[in-house]
């Protein structure tokens, strides 16, 4: 239990890294994607 509490925390914040990382690639994959549409 407490090893996945520590892993938790630390993952999370590897997540949020990279998707502020990628956000603009996202938003812009969205913009094409729905203009299509």
């Given amino acids: 239990m407490q090893a996945s509490v520590r892993i938790g925390p630390a993952f999370f914040y590897h997540l949020s890294n990279r998707l502020a990382y990628q956000?603009?690639?996202?938003?812009?994959?969205?913009?094409?994607?729905?203009?299509v549409i």
Avoid: E
């Fill in 23 to 35: 956000h603009w690639i996202v938003n812009i994959f969205l913009d094409n994607f729905f203009k």
